[in-house]
């Protein structure tokens, strides 16, 4: 939304003539397109904020349960444990590999809001247009 709201803050005349008054918006636009781009910023950076914890809490998931059937057990109790613990980290499998895939597209995302920004800034914004930015 605040790339369409930019990109058409963007388009708009910055300057204008009605009847004997000039109205300059050329700093009223500044502060549009300045708010627009912080508030992408923000947006991004929550997204991949949330995506790093994600993943952070996936990867301490996987190295306390690796080491946990890591250690040999030395009693039945421990022995019992490893393998409670491997029939959990089997049944959870599923739902382990179904938290990959939202942070795949999440990515995705925000790799093509980069690459359309990124384009944004090259292509003048003389004439409204519509440009698609591919991975």
Request: proline share 5%.
């Amino acid at each position: 939304m605040a790339l369409q709201l930019q990109d058409e803050v963007g388009h708009e005349e910055t300057t204008a003539n009605i009847r004997f008054l000039f109205i300059d918006c050329g700093p009223l636009k500044q502060t549009l397109i300045s708010h627009c781009e912080l508030w992408r910023t923000k947006l991004t950076g929550l997204l991949n904020s949330m995506a790093a914890n994600e993943l952070r809490g996936m990867h301490e998931h996987f190295k306390s349960s690796l080491e946990a059937l890591a250690r040999p057990p030395t009693n039945l109790d421990q022995l019992a444990e490893s393998v409670k613990l491997h029939r959990k980290l089997v049944e959870e499998r599923p739902k382990m590999e179904g938290k990959f895939e939202p942070l795949r597209w999440g990515s995705a995302g925000l790799l093509l809001l980069h690459a359309y920004v990124e384009l944004m800034r090259v292509v003048p914004h003389d004439k409204p247009t519509t440009y698609v930015a591919g991975i």
